[in-house]
């Protein structure tokens, strides 16, 4: 589903067929929440700075995230990238899924721009205890005297999760977005493909739209629901299924696929 | 080897018992050999670029290594980093050894700092072989009328090895340095400490200067030799031994071990 036109007409997709029942909209993760998932799926970054001639200097970084997602960083002032934020607080970090992909431009990654600032008292507290939880290693060097705790006020935030998804949001939204509390679903998008596909295909007959699917898989498991592909006499097609209420804690997916079976064959058996 | 001053002089290391012979003075790679090798051990960087308003914006890309280490970049004119790109050349691009480790500050990373230019005749040919041999998604969208090729004209370069070891070269260097044939030698290494365990033992005693080393173990192996740490009755060592001459293949690696085991055991022999 590319949102951009890449201007060149002739490379039309492959026809998909149509849902032949009602389906229900079920939500997705808004960029804000994507943003807010990746920043709390790893503790490294890249971070983007002005040397002093001007130009964009890149170096990796680890980093936490304080409860409204401002990365915390700590960075010595011998180092490049210390010396340019000491200089010019602008600055933006760039976090990519860690998951393993195949094709490296499908993998989720994050822009988060705006300026850094030297918290103080109780919040530079806070950003300490943030950072150590978040990176282990830093109890090594957060004491040095050359290192300095940054926190980033993200102005801006630009979400990119694979070909053709991408949208951008303000700071204001990122900051009260919530990570998705199921974060890395690849073991259970597994155990779901491996051990459940009766359960996949009974979503896909009820409550997906393609009473014709032959065979479900799911591709992906969010707060909101799963993402299916089916195979139909018809051809390929996407389906989305949605819990009845989002997933709020870590371990909430197996209750919520749980029920979501229970309903699709609810449904299936009625007349 | 810490080349920077912390501030903190009561943070002495443990002492380390020094060789009890003489030790042949074995190179290691270059800053320009690190940052040339890296370039090869992947194809996904963060690029650092100058949005509009002046600040440092970055972004994921994939890239090929041109044969002087120039990257090859193909990016959208649609998205922020190839606006950016269109309206100012200064880039900074940073590669991470791709290689897992479990402090990730102990990972091996380089930045390379210079100006994009769009290749022109024979150069753009070159550029786009070698950005669709080494990106296999590019061909999907190489030719999108949006896409361009950037090629980066390196001019600085600042390497970082790992906590302590860190450097910086200049783009001519850069430019001649070749990466190291043996790439990634995880492989190699785990080989030899499973299976060799006496042939390092040999070479520690033989050629890394500690006759009284009681074990050996092979930490990192490059084009011009090993890296061992060592056990002895007055501590832990660390000791490096070189090859005869640089590997200069990538299968080059065994037969240097090879050679290495043979002249330490000779001269472990002689009286």
């Known amino acids: 589903m590319p949102e951009l036109d890449h201007g060149v007409p002739s490379e039309a997709p492959p026809p998909v067929p149509p849902p032949l029942s009602d389906v229900a909209d079920v939500p997705r993760r808004t960029p804000a929440e994507e943003a807010r998932t990746l920043l709390a799926a790893t503790n490294v970054a890249t971070l983007a700075t002005l040397s002093d001639d001007g130009g964009p200097w890149g170096s990796m970084v680890t980093y936490a995230a304080l409860p409204d997602g401002s990365p915390v960083l700590c960075v010595s002032q011998l180092a490049e990238h210390g010396r340019n934020l000491a200089r010019d607080p602008r600055a933006s970090l760039v976090v990519v899924d860690p998951a393993p992909v195949t094709d490296p431009l499908s993998a989720g990654r994050v822009t988060l721009a705006g300026a850094v600032q030297r918290p103080e008292g109780e919040a530079r507290e806070a950003a300490r205890a943030a950072y150590l939880a978040a990176v ?136």
């Open 136 to 271: 282990a290693s830093g109890r090594y060097y957060i004491d040095y005297t050359d290192f300095s705790l940054y926190v980033l006020r993200v102005e801006r935030v630009r979400w990119v999760g694979g070909y053709g998804r991408m949208s951008s949001a303000e700071g204001a939204e990122y900051a009260v977005a919530q990570p998705d509390p199921i974060g890395d679903a690849r073991g259970a998008v597994d155990h779901l493909n491996a051990d459940h596909a009766d359960a996949l295909l009974a979503m896909a007959h009820a409550l997906g739209g393609y009473p014709d699917a032959t065979s479900a898989r799911c591709t992906a498991a969010d707060r909101y629901g799963l993402d299916l592909v089916l195979e139909t006499p018809r051809g390929t097609a996407p389906a989305r299924v949605g819990f009845a209420a989002p997933v709020t804690e870590a371990g909430g997916l197996r209750a919520a696929a749980v029920e979501l079976t229970r309903r699709a064959r609810a449904s299936s058996s009625s007349p």
